[in-house]
């Protein structure tokens, strides 16, 4: 029942109290933060949140309602959600519906009347936590239940959130660029950019082996949930890639797969990137751009010669650039967040372009 009392439980034993919304179910999984100031539907569809129980340290969320148009998937991903306020009366004239509504649909919970603040702080310092939104009063089984979820760490997600089939997406043309996009999560804008800068895309599950793609101009690797190292199969077909010289392009997990591939590590950050408002310097240029992010899992990249971008924050790889490798831990896309980073996209394009002097047309 909307509005009914509920609880957040965290795994070091600290209990917030508040009142559901959306789905009144019980949900666990990794507790972490965004610091997006809107963007909470393009959030909470990103395959990218599976497992994650999103705390928004924006105080109001619900405002503006939600519209078919901003989904970056077909459902919710994420399996919650915590807010400060749930404003109950939408007032956007776009919105076709409530985040309430949208949360039932997808069965999935939120709570309202939560310390943000405190909460945010708390993850900030002990690190992303299991947690679980529970409806009722406290009692001792929701602690022993969010101890039982397991750790992100070892977690391959990307197969559980990937298309089970092949697709061509946007507009196929005869005198376009052909792309294979790996799917290990990708967003619903990701694709449309990439539609916009004249590629014929067609997705690809997850699991499929490099012999299938051989006769693609070039391959798109994209985000998604989980810990890389556990995706070795995905590693062995990205090592085949990169050897096969097309042009290659990864965000965000697709990214840590192509360092992966190319023998560097990934470990797990304490509370991840999570937001609209990242700097990031690029090395060569020394521009600086304000950046949309979204992962709990960062590079470690000791080749200070490839590694073009870094996080002015914590100084932690935002990309490298390799023969024919375009690798962005960031999003350009954005969805939500700045567009300072959207001519990756074009410069992509140009890439492929130029080793295919018979492809005459970019429309």
């Not at 599976?50 to 405002?63: D, L, R, S, V």
């Not at 299991?130 to 406290?138: E, K, L, N, T, V």
């Not at 895309?201 to 051989?214: H, I, K, Q, S, Y």
């Not at 870094?310 to 939500?336: K, M």
């Amino acid at each position: 029942m909307h509005g009914q009392p509920g609880v957040l439980v965290l795994e070091n034993g600290e209990v917030f109290r508040g009142k559901l919304f959306g789905a009144a179910l019980a949900s666990a999984g990794e507790v972490c933060f965004n610091t997006s100031m809107s963007g909470y539907q393009e959030i909470l569809t990103d395959p990218s949140y599976a497992k994650q129980i999103i705390t928004f340290t924006y105080p109001m969320i619900g405002n503006y309602g939600v519209h078919p148009d901003f989904m970056e998937s077909r459902r919710i991903h994420a399996a919650g959600c915590v807010v400060r306020e749930y404003v109950h009366g939408h007032s956007s004239h776009l919105a076709r519906s409530s985040l309430h509504d949208l949360l039932v649909e997808c069965g999935r919970p939120g709570i309202e009347g939560v310390d943000t603040r405190r909460l945010v702080l708390m993850l900030r310092s002990q690190g992303a936590m299991r947690g679980g939104i529970f409806p009722g009063a406290y009692s001792q089984g929701m602690l022993e239940e969010v101890r039982a979820f397991p750790q992100m760490e070892g977690l391959d997600l990307a197969s559980a959130v990937s298309t089970d089939h092949s697709y061509a997406y946007g507009v196929h043309r005869p005198d376009r660029l052909e792309l294979a996009c790996l799917d290990f999560g990708v967003k619903e804008s990701i694709l449309r950019l990439l539609d916009e800068a004249g590629f014929n895309v067609t997705v690809f599950p997850a699991r499929t082996p490099a012999g299938n793609l051989e006769h693609f101009d070039a391959y798109f690797l994209s985000n998604g949930p989980g810990d890389p190292a556990t995706l070795q199969y995905a590693v062995q077909t990205i090592r085949q890639l990169i050897a096969g010289g097309k042009p290659i392009f990864g965000i965000c997990l697709g990214h840590q797969l192509l360092s992966l591939a190319t023998g560097q590590s990934t470990y797990k950050l304490k509370f991840g990137h999570r937001g609209g408002n990242q700097p990031v310097k690029d090395k060569k240029t020394g521009r600086v751009e304000i950046t949309s992010q979204n992962h709990g899992f960062a590079v470690h990249d000791s080749r200070e010669d490839v590694v073009s971008h870094v996080n002015l924050n914590d100084a932690t790889v935002e990309g490298f650039r390799g023969p024919q490798i375009l690798s962005i831990q960031y999003h350009p896309e954005a969805s939500p967040g700045p567009h300072d980073s959207r001519y990756l996209f074009s410069e992509f394009y140009g890439m492929v372009r130029a080793g295919r002097a018979d492809v005459v047309s970019q429309s």
